[in-house]
């Protein structure tokens, strides 16, 4: 069985940046886009961008866009999420997920298990 | 960006009981729209993808319905363990959206 493991909580501080990590394991990591989801405390859930682990290629969440950076390291088959200029509303769970295609839809699964990002003066 | 509608937001009911909740999608999204569960302090679950197709290892009380612009999700007869919050998604373009979610919980 697939999964995701995230790298552990972190506390920063405003205007601060910080970079959760999401190693694949157990399967070819070239073949399937990533997905970065967040959830603030309380709240529903945010798309925040994809990543092609086999290219490289992403696409980011308008709304982050200029502070949102996703990479992939493919040698160990990890994906990056670094997001800068951190403030106080960007503390959130944040998940990685990643996305199976089918002939009809495509679908998020399985999704790691959550880091938590708390920004705190 | 296509928008996601649920509801009801929340939802009180028994255990025993049949429950829908329904998802509307501000354009026609083909199949492409997914349910997933999520419990408190847990990441979400895949429960059904392509709209109707039920994801292995989910209860079969479990199905979901619909095309287009309208769906469904609906628990023939609710137990202890389905309480939880239910999102819809569509993965029809990017951004792939989300509902903003229904909390089941024990009446």
């Known amino acids: 069985q697939v999964q995701l493991m995230q790298s552990g909580a972190e506390v920063k501080k405003p205007g601060a940046s910080v970079k959760v990590s999401c190693k694949a394991p157990?399967?070819?990591?070239?073949?399937?886009?990533m997905h970065w989801v967040r959830q603030a405390p309380g709240q529903g859930l945010e798309w925040m961008g994809i990543?092609?682990?086999?290219?490289?290629?992403?696409s980011y969440a308008q709304k982050l866009q200029g502070r949102v950076t996703m990479t992939r390291d493919t040698s160990t088959s990890t994906v990056y999420m670094e997001l800068s200029s951190l403030r106080s509303e960007d503390t959130a769970v944040y998940y990685c997920?990643?996305?199976?295609?089918?002939?009809?839809?495509?679908?998020?699964?399985?999704w790691g298990q959550g880091t938590l990002v708390t920004v705190s003066s | 960006d296509i928008q996601m509608t649920q509801s009801p937001s929340s939802l009180s009911a028994s255990v025993g009981d049949r429950v829908t909740i329904t998802c509307r999608a501000s354009?026609?999204?083909?199949?492409?729209l997914n349910w997933y569960q999520q419990k408190p302090g847990k990441a979400p679950e895949l429960l059904i993808y392509?709209?109707?197709s039920l994801q292995s290892g989910v209860p079969s009380r479990f199905s979901g319905s619909g095309s287009g612009t309208d769906f469904t999700l609906s628990i023939s007869s609710l137990q202890p363990e389905d309480f939880a919050t239910y999102y819809c998604?569509?993965?029809?373009?990017?951004?792939?959206?989300f509902g903003q979610g229904t909390k089941l919980d024990i009446k």
């Open positions: 990543i092609n682990p086999s290219d490289g290629t992403i």
């Open positions: 392509a709209a109707s």
């Open positions: 354009q026609s999204i083909s199949t492409y």
């Open positions: 998604q569509q993965s029809y373009s990017s951004p792939r959206t």
């Open positions: 997920a990643r996305e199976a295609r089918g002939r009809i839809s495509y679908w998020f699964d399985p």
């Open positions: 157990g399967y070819t990591f070239t073949k399937y886009y």
